[in-house]
């Protein structure tokens, strides 16, 4: 019988490919750290219990496991969502640059949900982008936007390692509990099974035409 009680929020991952998504989500469930994780499964959800100061939650966590190398991310991925954690790679400049197209489409898409900023990968040395760097990069880049720089939280992280993965969602559970009302319902229909319904291209198979120009 499925639990009931806690409250539940919807926390979807976004970021250029190979940045450590999927390593963040298998790291917050307790699964081990796998080097390639190119054959997890498509657009994986999961649902995690995180406890702060005596509240527990439930977030239901949402990894796109590539889905961006074979198609622009729609606003399936991030619809209903409470948090949008923006991973990038410390050692990967362009994956830096690439987040101002996704908190764009999660601005449009997931009206009023929180924007984290996750440096990943902080076990590399040296690191190509230096912290106080990409902070100066991403207000360049969003300051031309509606809402520049508008991150509730930043945290570093390192899947490897496990390094600051509990106080990343530690944090954003912490800035839920406290700012946003939570889900009515704990369970949803799965995101990937809209996606096909909308036509949206699984990996390997080629996109159909709708006969949008856009």
């Known amino acids: 019988m499925a639990e009931k009680g806690y409250p539940v929020y919807r926390v979807a991952l976004c970021g250029k490919a190979d940045v450590g998504k999927t390593s963040i989500f298998r790291c917050i469930r307790g699964e081990e750290f796998l080097d390639d994780t190119s054959k997890s499964p498509y657009l994986a959800e999961a649902e995690i219990k995180v406890k702060v100061n005596n509240t527990t939650i439930k977030m239901k966590l949402v990894d ?3 889905m961006e190398r074979e198609a622009p991310l ?3 991925h991030y619809c209903g969502s409470h948090a949008i954690l923006l991973v990038y790679d410390c050692d990967d400049k362009d994956s830096l640059n690439a987040l101002q197209g996704f908190y764009k489409s999660a601005k449009d898409h997931a009206k009023g949900a929180a924007m984290v900023l996750v440096r990943n990968k902080i076990d590399k040395d040296p690191q190509c982008v230096h912290k106080e760097e990409a902070d100066r990069l991403v ?3 969003f300051v031309s936007f509606r809402c520049p720089c508008q991150f509730k939280i930043k945290v570093e992280t390192s899947a490897k390692e496990k390094t ?3 106080e990343l969602f ?3 559970a912490d800035y839920l509990i406290k700012n946003v009302e939570p889900s009515n319902e704990s ?3 799965g995101f990937d099974h809209e996606l096909k319904v909308q036509g949206v291209p ?3 198979t080629k996109p159909e035409s709708s006969g949008c120009s856009c």
Request: charged share 20%.
């Open 64 to 66: 796109t496991a590539g």
């Open 74 to 76: 729609t606003r399936y």
């Open 164 to 166: 600051g993965i509990k």
């Open 202 to 204: 699984q990996p390997g």
């Open 139 to 141: 207000y360049n880049q």
């Open 170 to 172: 530690d944090s954003v």
């Open 187 to 189: 369970t949803t229909k």
